[in-house]
């Protein structure tokens, strides 16, 4: 199973970084945060005993998802503001 999610990623940073021409800086941290979180996730769900407090690492895991969501918008905000200051050039 580790091998084909490990496919998986190596697949998805390939489709991206063809298919929408995003950075490769940008996918890999992006890929990097969703591994944390997936493997947290699955791990906590496979074994819930071995965590003292769930809340604590349900908070991690939710802050960790925010980070995601903030360096998406910040690189749409980026690529965009250097579109228009490309356009703006050309006139």
Request: positive net charge.
């Amino acid at each position: 199973a580790g091998g084909a999610l490990l496919a998986l990623g190596n697949i998805s940073t390939q489709w991206s970084t063809a298919v929408y021409g995003a950075s490769l800086t940008t996918v890999l941290a992006l890929q990097a945060s969703l591994t944390v979180v997936v493997g947290t996730s699955l791990n906590y769900q496979l074994e819930p005993s071995k965590t003292s407090r769930p809340h604590l690492l349900a908070g991690g895991v939710t802050l960790f998802l925010v980070a995601i969501v903030l360096s998406v918008l910040a690189h749409r905000m980026m690529v965009r503001m250097n579109s228009d200051n490309n356009n703006s050039n050309d006139s």
